[in-house]
């Protein structure tokens, strides 16, 4: 039997994707009287990046479809003395049913894909963060009804969440428009990938252009883990990029706002958006536990 991971939207095809979010409206309106279908199972967190909802979304989801979920700090166990991923990605096989790995650069998560035999989710990558646009997607389409045509205005830096909504792009018909900075743009790559895969997105450097009739604003930090070093220029170059209220209202009338979190008030958001009546990001947050439990259900059952 092949295993299938979750290394980028790319893994799922746009009908199991609709089909997971559907599992995972329905584990969330059955939380505590659904069933235990990974009963006896074993699933490893292994974190070499700081993570809050990530690592909680995953221990809780597992513990309760029944399975024992085993967090691993990397720079406490032996692959954070050296002990080759390779060998750490055999090693897991044997113990474990299922891993969800966070790391830096993205050939890390291939490197684990090749040596597991045990499926790999990517709980976040420099390149990409398909777990938290499964979460984006079942709020959005709680919110809006559905995902197909909606438009989404991402305004920020053009890193592994931006990658990941282009990816989603394609996989749920949506409508992308991202402006960056100039220089932040996304890989070149990941947008010929996108469109290669029918994905409708357009790159521009006005957040006004992106975000007008948008039924979805979103952004992110403008300094990823791992770029803290790059933190002062950053700030400079994103310094119009800020989510506030005047670009809110540019939006559609309906508009919600999106962040993955963590957040930085006065950053790449306003206050009063990420606390006002546009954002939804802390049924974002919350919703991370449910796809995620979906998405470990559908990888190991
Ligand atoms: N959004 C997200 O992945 O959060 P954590 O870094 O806290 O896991
Ligand atoms: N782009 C951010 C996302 C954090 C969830 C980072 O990589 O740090």
Not at 84 to 90: F, I, K, N, Q, V
Not at 124 to 142: E, F, G, K, M, V
Not at 201 to 228: F, I, L
Request: hydrophobic content about 45%; glycine content about 8%.
């Amino acid at each position: 039997m092949t295993v299938r991971h979750l290394r980028t939207l790319e893994d799922l095809t746009s009908d199991e994707l609709a089909a997971l979010l559907d599992r995972a409206d329905v584990l969330a309106a059955e939380r505590g009287r659904h069933g235990r279908p990974l009963r006896g199972r074993s699933v490893a967190i292994l974190l070499e990046k700081a993570s809050t909802r990530t690592r909680l979304s995953f221990e809780v989801g597992a513990h309760e479809l029944g399975a024992l979920p085993v967090t691993l700090l990397a720079r406490d166990t032996q692959l954070g003395r050296g002990e080759p991923l390779e060998d750490t990605a055999r090693m897991l096989s044997g113990y474990v049913h299922a891993v969800v790995y966070r790391t830096f650069g993205h050939d890390r998560i291939e490197t684990l894909c090749a040596h597991a035999t045990i499926p790999v989710i990517n709980g976040l990558s420099d390149r990409y963060h398909p777990c938290q646009l499964l979460a984006d997607l079942q709020t959005i389409r709680a919110e809006k009804g559905r995902l197909a045509g909606l438009r989404v205005a991402w305004v920020g830096d053009g890193n592994n969440m931006a990658h990941s909504w282009i990816l989603a792009a394609a996989r749920a018909g949506l409508r992308l428009r991202l402006a960056t900075p100039e220089g932040y743009a996304p890989d070149p790559s990941v947008l010929a990938r996108g469109r290669e895969l029918g994905a409708d997105v357009s790159v521009g450097h006005d957040p006004q252009w992106a975000v007008e009739n948008a039924d979805v604003v979103t952004t992110d930090v403008w300094a990823s883990m791992g770029q803290e070093d790059e933190a002062r220029r950053r700030a400079e170059a994103f310094a119009a990029f800020q989510v506030d209220t005047a670009l809110m209202k540019a939006a559609a009338s309906e508009a919600i706002f999106l962040h993955c979190l963590p957040a930085h008030r006065g950053e790449e958001v306003a206050a009063e958006v990420i606390d006002g009546p546009w954002s939804r990001v802390w049924q974002e947050a919350a919703n991370r536990l449910h796809a995620q439990k979906a998405l470990l259900e559908f990888l190991m059952s």
